[in-house]
């Protein structure tokens, strides 16, 4: 039988880079008394404004019930705008969440910042290889998604 090593098990390597990089981010995003995840809520909307509260959540992988009062805390601080879905047939408790002036600006402020903690990450790497590696990470990300579809279809 092979012995496990965790020090060569992809999620664990995964989630050791990840974490580092988020860490050393998160230190950054509380001088803006923010948090990683609503940091990535607002880059979301940066991306993509208009969302759904379940988009954006598919977006950030961030909980929809733990996003949803995460959003409530950007709205009283004027970063993010909650606005009824427009249209005759929209769902009246239909909501869209958009960033505020305010709230781009500060995300604006912060993309740097971020970008620069992904070069840091990336240092070394040639660009081809940072397309694969990211190439890659979609991919695993599609592979597990289709796994956890096929397996709650299953119950």
């Known amino acids: 039988a092979e012995t496990f090593d965790l020090t060569d098990y992809t999620p664990y390597l995964l989630n050791r880079a990840g974490a580092r990089i988020a860490g050393a981010f998160a230190d950054r995003l509380r001088e803006h008394d923010l948090t990683l995840n609503m940091w990535r809520a607002l880059a979301a909307l940066h991306h993509e404004d208009g969302q759904r509260l379940s988009r954006l959540s598919e977006l950030t992988s961030v909980d929809i019930s733990t996003l949803s009062r995460l959003i409530g805390t ?3 601080r004027a970063l993010v705008e909650r606005r009824k879905s427009g249209g005759p047939d929209a769902d009246n408790r239909a909501v869209s969440l958009s960033l505020t002036a305010g709230g781009r600006a500060l995300t604006e402020a912060l993309i740097p ?5 992904e070069a840091t990450a990336l240092r070394g790497f040639t660009p081809s290889e940072t397309d694969v590696l990211k190439s890659m990470l979609r991919r695993m990300f599609a592979n597990m998604a289709a796994f956890e579809a096929t397996r ?4």
């Open 152 to 155: 709650s279809a299953a119950e």
């Open 74 to 76: 950007l709205d009283r």
């Open 113 to 117: 910042v971020a970008a620069s903690y």
